[in-house]
């Protein structure tokens, strides 16, 4: 269990050491269709150091995938269908293939960057995102997923009416995709000049 904590805290410190973007900016809808600005905004999710390693697939017209950046530190970045920029490790990209096949997730820990934050959903059922019921849309943030993560949502708050999406809060309560939303507060960086 300690592990699962010392997960969680440090990929909020790294996502909050790395975030420069305002909080209250939300990405659009759009998912670009030339391959430079699909990549741009793609690496919109993350920070460079994870950004500029991992691969970025980008959707084509036939259904496919195409890998328009290779990576070597085991993350994939793409924009969901709703304009939502993401960077998964393998194990998120495990626990989102098992969900998309109607399976259980593995019983892994992933981690997944948002750092220019989501689009909206319901929190009631992706699916139902057309309904703007139990709507909750959240700014940068990260988040924990898979199997082995369960165990360490008791604590957050499980109301699919989210109160606060400033603070970690689960996702899809109950919902085999349930997951830690751990949001990231930006940092206003400030230089001096000396006369």
């Known amino acids: 269990m300690n592990r699962l904590y010392a997960l969680a805290s440090a990929g909020f410190c790294v996502a909050s050491a790395a975030l420069i973007t305002s909080a209250s900016a939300f990405p659009s809808e759009e998912v670009p269709k030339s391959e430079p600005e699909y990549i741009a905004k793609a690496k ?19 259904g496919s995938s195409k890998t328009v950046q290779a990576g070597s ?7 969901g269908k709703d304009g939502t920029p993401e960077c998964d490790d393998q194990n998120a990209m495990e626990w989102r293939k ?9 019983n892994k820990i992933g981690f997944i960057f948002m750092l220019a934050g989501d689009t909206g959903t319901s929190n009631h059922d992706s699916t139902e995102r057309h309904t703007h019921q139990h709507w909750v849309q959240t700014g940068p943030h990260v988040m ?26 689960v996702m899809y309560p109950g919902k085999p995709n349930e997951h830690l939303m751990i949001p990231v507060h930006s940092q206003e960086i400030t230089t001096g000049s000396t006369r």
């Open 44 to 62: 919109t999710a993350a920070p460079a150091s994870v950004v500029n390693n991992a691969t970025i697939t980008m959707p084509q017209p036939d």
């Open 73 to 79: 530190n085991g993350f994939t970045c793409f924009i």
């Open 98 to 106: 098992a969900l998309q096949a109607n399976q259980a997730p593995p």
């Open 144 to 169: 924990i997923v898979g199997g082995a993560a369960h165990e360490m949502l008791s604590p957050y708050p499980r109301d699919v009416d989210v109160k606060d999406a400033t603070q970690p809060f």
